[in-house]
């Protein structure tokens, strides 16, 4: 990999060939030392080349789906030696980033909108009368979301010049579902239908035409082709279809991209490809190395395996709330292992729904099933549940429908980065009217927190919680209040979550400065159990808020205005959150430190709050 050309239009089938085997290699070696997207990548490598060849991605613009494919894309861009920082803080990100290369046509992180992306910049283009070529690259799994449809509709109608290459591996992050992925797997059957009607044809050129046998041959014919060819849901929208093609034969590709490249209109090139393609280990369980961490290339086997975690308690008390009460459902939008439903669905299987990438969808579903009587549960990413805002207040709020959120990676995630950050949802959930927002601060008060959510509020209600394992606080406050966990007379700490941890940690280092805080943990943050931290507030005078959400309608705003509009004064105070803009990637450790989140700079502000210069 010492030399990567910088133009790749003059490679020989042969040279793409290998180039492909050596970006194969440098993508397992720096995975298996970074963690990352490795399956994904490893499958679109040919894609990835053919679409070098062909086009100029500085000029011409190549929107990214999620953008977890992107790899050997940043490595033919400059990026080569920086894939060693692959998603360190400091480092390159995981997903295309513009502010990392030209060749970086848009930002990427959520699944669907890259269809949406092109025909707009398709249509600037026009506008503009610019020379450019516009292409989408979209997975089978990102087409099971429903923006991808209007994309494609609209494209269609438009009849811009656009080229989408769907990349079809059969799989989202566990198997693809949905009447589209049916859709799809027929036809990627269409060769097979090919090489039938080229032996029938032999057959038929030896028999006499007309009579029984032919009629009866025929009918056999037909049956078979309207089973395996069904008509292109993509030609019935506008949209020119090219495929299916081998996607990992790259000579086959480049051909396939300089025809579409041609015509004057939206094509859809359907390519199949294997997933985790090249690294066996990957195509066995594409979805273990969806997103991995660390890895030993020889076994394939986990540096550091997953330990205990929010989403497999979270999984494990669904299966025990579905036994008690044949009511409770669970709810995935393509998001079954990370939220920790496997055994949920292995078990229950008539009650587990997988909706695919669409969490609009979801929520609308669950709404339906709500008013019908069923209580029904959505895991979902907090910043994939961003998508549904809408659908949260149409469709839950207004009725008061009882609808349980499982608000899973809530706070700051790590290494994903910007676009995956779960920063926004304490915000937003607050301001859907009835809405019920709890925090557990550890795995104990998950379960009886989710046990409370499931059985015992009567509309909408959220449970929040992070990525990853809990921290010393282990204790069950046993409570949907504001808990006072340590008193003291200098300033009222407060905090929810995982924060508890770094507040308690932050008390003691001010105890050695003879300052001591109330400390008062909110299990529920919408709406906010006020009466503890008032009487707290009247006592100490200064109030500290620390949060892993966004500034706008943080806890700590919402409690200043509440405490103003109740005359009670605060003197000092300091709130620390995330800020108003977005954090980048890292560990989730680092990226606390960056927001002076974790418990010395914590102790750093408190102490400032209380009088004290810097220490
Ligand atoms: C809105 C949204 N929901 C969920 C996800 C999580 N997610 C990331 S990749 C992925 C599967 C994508 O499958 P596909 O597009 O077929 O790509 P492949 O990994 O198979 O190459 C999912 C569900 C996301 N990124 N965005
Ligand atoms: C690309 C994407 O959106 C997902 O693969 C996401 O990275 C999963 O995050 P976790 O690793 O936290 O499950
Ligand atoms: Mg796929």
Partial sequence: MDHIPDDLSGLSDSEATALCELLRARLIDTVSRTGGHLASSLGAVEIIVAIHRVFHTSQDRLVFDVGHQCYAHKILTGRNEAMETLRTLGGIAGFPKPSESDCDAFVAGHASNSVSVAIGMARARTLQKGKYHVLALIGDGALSGGMAYEGLSDAGDSGEPLIVILNDNGMSITKSVGGVADHLARQRLKPQYLRF???YRKVMSVLPLGGHIYNVTHKVKTAIKETLLPCSLFE????????????????RLTRLLNYAKELDGPVLLHVRTVKGKGYSPAERNPDRFH???RFCVETGELLHP???NFSSVFGQTMCQLAEEDGAVCAITAAMQSGTGLDQFAQQFPERFFDVGIAEGHAVAMAAGMAKQGMKPVFAVYSSFLQRAYDMLIHDIALQQLHVVLAVDRAGLVGEDGETHHGVFDAAFLDTIPGMTVLCPSNFQELRSMLRYAVFQVPGPVAIRYPKGNEGTFQSDTGSVKSCLLQEGKDITLIGYGMMINQLLECADRLVEHGIHADIIKLNCITPIDLEPIAASVKKTK??????DSIMANCVGQRLLSALALRGISVERGALVNTGSTFVTHGTVSQLQELCGLDGAHLYQQALEVCGYGKQ
């Fill in 197 to 199: 009607k080229k032996g």
């Fill in 236 to 251: 019935d929208m506008g949209i020119t279809y090219l495929g299916p093609v081998d996607g990992h034969d790259v000579k």
């Fill in 291 to 293: 997103g991995v961490g």
């Fill in 306 to 308: 997953a330990g205990p």
């Fill in 542 to 547: 200064r109030l500290f808020c620390a949060e």
